[in-house]
């Protein structure tokens, strides 16, 4: 992919959920809640600190992760829905 997000950003796909409950009824679209677990797909360089030095990502391409549920910013990128996530929006990486 073309697009570096800056500083601190991740750029994330989001992981889709079932559409079933566990008692097998399939849930639409409309009533789905939107998922909060994706996968990064691009990582800026790094925030700076006060003396300039760039401090490092802790995450990298390719880790799943979890992130709060208004965190972020939806676009839309090369006809994907992605999201940019600041690094102290996520919650974990996903082993």
């Known amino acids: 992919m ?3 997000p800056l500083h601190d950003r991740v750029l994330v796909r ?3 959920g079932d559409a079933k409950t566990s008692g097998g009824l399939i849930i639409p679209d409309t009533a789905r809640e939107k998922p909060q677990e994706g996968e990064i797909v691009a ?3 790094g925030a700076k600190d006060e003396d300039g030095k ?3 990502m802790d995450v ?3 880790d799943r ?3 709060g549920k208004w965190s972020g910013t939806e676009i839309k ?3 994907e829905d992605l999201m940019i996530i ?3 929006d996520i919650l974990g990486v996903m082993a």
Do not use: P, V, W
Request: charged share 25%.
């Open 14 to 16: 989001r992981i889709e």
């Open 77 to 79: 990128l090369y006809g």
């Open 54 to 56: 760039r401090i490092a």
């Open 43 to 45: 990582i800026g360089a």
């Open 2 to 4: 073309s697009f570096t």
């Open 65 to 67: 992760i979890l992130f």
């Open 86 to 88: 600041k690094e102290s």
């Open 60 to 62: 990298k391409t390719g």
